[in-house]
Structures are given as C-alpha cells and as structure tokens.
C-alpha cells in the first residue's frame, strides 16, 4: 500500500513537470480532474498507520494537556501546604513564646509567693517568740512570788515559836 502511494506521488509529479509552462510565471497549466483523481487515489491509499499516528498526535496532546493540569494542581496543592506549614509554624512560634510568657509569670508568682511565705513565717514566730518571752516573764515573776511566799512562811512559823 505505501508502495501505491509513492508510485501515485511520482505519476502526479510527472503530470506536473510535463504540464504546459506559461512562459514567464514559472507556473504550470495541468488537467485538474487528473491531479484530483490522483489526490483521491491517494488519500485512498494512505496507511492506516498515517490515521493511527495522526491519533497518536491528538492523544500526545491531551495527554501533555491533562498532565500539565494536574502539574498545576500540584503546584496549587504545594503552595497551599506550603501556606499551611508556614502558618502552623508561625501558630508554633506564637505558642511557644505565650508558654514562655507563662512560664516566667508563674516563676514570678512563685517567687512572690515564697517570699510572702517567709515574711508570714517570721511574722508568726516573732509572734511566738514574743508570747513565748512574755510567758517566760510571767513564769518568773510567779515562781519568784512563790519563792517569796515560800520564805514568808519560813520564817514566821520560826517567830511564833520564839514568842
């Protein structure tokens, strides 16, 4: 079949070159109806290998036209994750510098506390260690008076006896 259509290309070829030349035109009259028939002859004969690759061409095309596509939708989805990372990341860092806000107010508040501890601690045994110093001065002067009394005793039962 492909030797047809060679053989119809060099018959049509031919045709030209004997065709009558219109002197100073460069151009050639030839029978139309001929060079049609031989066209249609051709065409006729064309391997369906032609039509097949003309098919792989169009299939060629969309294919490169779905996957340029989806190329595009990949770079899309890219992107937004790209967004999406950048955003989180940006979430993290916030995150991290309110916990260490957090952190250092708390530090603060414990110190705070602590402090206010000691101060209540030493309030309280101040308070102890005054109570405890007017007790002892209170038991001293009892135990002074009872020594006192003590003595009295002794000596007046030594008077009545002498009397």
Known sequence: MEKDVLALLDELEEIVDRGTKIPMTGKVLVDDTVIFEILDKIRAGLPEEIQDAKWVLNERQR???????EAQKIVERGKTYAEKMAE????????????????????GFAREVKAGAAQYADELFQHVDTRLQETLQSLR????????????????PAEKKGE
Not at 63 to 69: D, P, S, V, W
Not at 141 to 154: C, H, M, P, Q, T
Request: hydrophobic letters at 35%; glycine letters at 0%.
């Open 141 to 156: 002067r009892n135990r002074d008076e009872l020594k006192s009394v003590a003595k009295e005793s002794k000596e007046k």
């Open 63 to 69: 294919i490169l036209n779905e996957a340029q596509a």
């Open 88 to 107: 989180e990341n940006e979430v993290a860092k916030q995150a991290q510098a309110y916990a260490e806000d957090i952190v250092r107010q708390a530090q």
